[in-house]
């Protein structure tokens, strides 16, 4: 059997903000390098909380986040900016500079972290980006707000990979979206998830549809612990109470 | 009867300690708290990366696209201060001093307070509105994640291009109402214009135009780190939002006249005429 790499190793994780009611009780999870692993869980689960302490905007409170074999409270300022700039983000609304162009925002995190390169070649490394994600270059100069929201999607996804990251994070990408559009962005994800030799991903979402279709692993958090994780056809298989009721739910919602 | 007297009892204690809950929150908490984001954010003018680009672009937007706005209230600040130190004046046979009463309640008090009021108004708001929607979508999580400070790349140039240009507009205030005082005294009141200026001349010394100036600076540095402190830690969606614009504007607005008492105490303390 061959042996497994992590890209993400979280243990006993626990978070509360500020004294109040832990968040996160303890999670326990192994993300494997170039693999997608979904993180699915109802509303309030600690989700988005979990997310930002793998890119060390939250704190933990106690336990351990290691990413990429860094162990991320170990780490000064700086050397937490550079095991950032190995992740790609794709935030729920895209999150776009509404004051930068389109390919001013692809072109943003060239600028802070690529200032060996030339402005032509940050320029051509974003628009090769945006290429890759399907934007035609007559969008290149609009604003996010000139652009509909599955365009933005795109920017977002193209700003995101504008790094060439190793790992990247997915907060509810299509959530709130219609289906052909959900059906894009699930698309652009493997696509995303096959351009880099290793690339690992990690997405947070209530599409149960798309966890079944795209993840090799899913993790189900509840009330702040990991309920279960395991391969899709291992979360058809549970009889666990919470997951078929969430595994019910989401395949009839479709 | 005894029903009654435990109410109103009941009802000065709550007052009471509603008055010391505001203090303690809204005074010294957050006193405190906007201490710290100001230290924070103002460390970051002496760690790279500088953002000399973002400096230049809201100097720009604080400055100039604020300078009709500066000019019309400073014109016309100046025709009524005028007129009325002249009302005031002629009772004592003392219009000679027109000049000089118009040109140190500008230079000292009406130029740097009117303009910190109204730059906080349209500056500030804008930065509060700014950093607050940046951090309701996500924008200020997107930077933070890009490796970017938000306080270097948001706050920190907002401060020291509010700070500086401040002061500038509060000169360009002062002239335009000096020019507008001179006017009113020349074309409407129809007394001379040499008394005007030599008596202004006179009496306002170059630090009274220095200690208006000086405050200005005050102010920006208060109005801007009030509005981006609100912006910065804006809660719940567009709501949010116009809570954190309109508790920012306000909350500068009042600091900017309190302040001011304060600061007339200090610099007069310093040139030794006291207040
Ligand atoms: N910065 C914070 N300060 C205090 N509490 C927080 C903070 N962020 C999140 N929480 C709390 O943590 C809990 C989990 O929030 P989280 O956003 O992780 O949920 P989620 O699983 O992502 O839910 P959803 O599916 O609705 O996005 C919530 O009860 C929330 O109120
Ligand atoms: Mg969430």
């Known amino acids: 059997m061959e042996t497994k790499e992590f890209a993400v190793n979280v243990e006993h994780l626990r978070k509360s903000f500020d004294g109040k009611e832990e968040v996160l009780k303890g ?8 693999k997608i692993t979904f993180i699915i869980g109802f509303s309030g689960t600690g989700k988005s909380v979990l997310l930002k302490h793998l890119l060390g905007v939250h704190k933990a409170t106690s336990g351990d986040v290691e990413v990429l074999g860094h162990k ?17 983000v794709l935030f729920q609304a895209a999150a776009l500079f509404d004051d930068h162009s389109v390919l001013e925002n692809v072109m943003f995190p060239l600028n802070e972290h690529r200032k060996d390169l030339s402005k032509a070649e940050r320029e051509q490394i974003a628009s090769s980006r945006l290429k890759q994600v399907g934007l035609e270059e007559k969008h290149y100069n609009k604003l996010p707000s000139e652009i509909s929201g599955g365009m933005q999607k795109r920017v977002g996804l193209a700003r995101a990979i504008a790094l060439n990251p190793e790992i990247i994070l997915y907060d509810e990408p299509t959530t709130g979206l219609d289906p052909i559009i959900t059906e894009m962005v699930d698309n652009l994800i493997i696509e995303t998830h096959k351009s880099r030799e290793g690339m690992t991903s990690i997405i947070v979402s209530h599409d149960l549809t798309a966890a079944f279709r795209l993840a090799d692993y899913i993790a189900m958090l509840n009330a702040g612990t990991v309920l279960l994780y395991g391969t899709p056809e291992e979360f ?6 919470l997951v078929r009721k969430f595994v019910d739910k989401g395949i009839h919602r479709k | 009867m005894e029903n009654i007297m435990n109410k109103t009892k009941e009802i ?23 201490g710290v984001f100001f230290i924070d954010s103002i460390s970051w003018w002496f760690k790279k990366p500088y953002r000399w680009n973002e400096v230049i672009y809201h100097m720009e937007f604080v400055g100039n696209k604020s300078m009709i706005i500066i000019m019309l209230t400073g014109g016309f600040t100046g025709l009524v201060f005028t007129f009325q130190a002249w009302v005031g004046l002629s009772i004592v046979n003392a219009e000679n001093l027109i000049g000089p009463t118009v040109g140190l309640g500008i230079t000292r008090e009406l130029g740097p307070v009117l303009t910190g009021l109204i730059i906080a108004a349209r500056a500030g708001g804008a930065m509060a509105a700014r950093l607050g929607t940046m ?4 924008q200020i999580d997107a930077l933070e994640v890009m490796g970017v400070d938000a306080k270097n790349y948001l706050v920190a140039p907002r401060i020291l291009a509010s700070i500086i240009s401040t002061p500038l507009l509060t000169a360009v205030f002062d002239f335009v109402a000096l020019c507008g005082g001179y006017f009113l005294n020349t074309y409407i009141l129809h007394l001379d214009p040499a008394i005007f200026l030599e008596k202004t001349r006179f009496f306002v010394d170059p630090s009274d135009i220095n200690e208006g100036l000086i405050k200005a600076a005050v102010f920006g540095l208060f ?17 949010g939002v116009g809570d954190a614009t309109n508790q920012g504007v306000v909350a500068s607005m009042v600091s900017i006249i309190i302040i001011d008492y304060f600061l007339t105490k200090i610099i007069g303390m310093f040139k030794g005429h006291g207040l």
């Open chain 1, 236 to 241: 058809l298989a549970s009889d666990n109470e």
């Open chain 2, 135 to 138: 951090r309701v979508t996500e």
């Open chain 2, 12 to 34: 000065i204690n709550d007052f009471i300690l509603s008055i010391g809950h505001f203090f303690y929150n809204t005074i010294i908490i957050e006193t405190g708290k906007i």
């Open chain 1, 72 to 88: 991320l409270s170990t780490l000064n300022h700086d050397q937490l900016i550079e095991v950032r700039k190995k992740f790609g």
């Open chain 2, 223 to 239: 109005f801007s780190t009030i509005c981006t402190y609100r912006g910065y830690y804006t809660k719940g969606g567009a709501k």
């Open chain 1, 27 to 34: 999670i326990d999870l192994h993300i494997e390098k170039g």
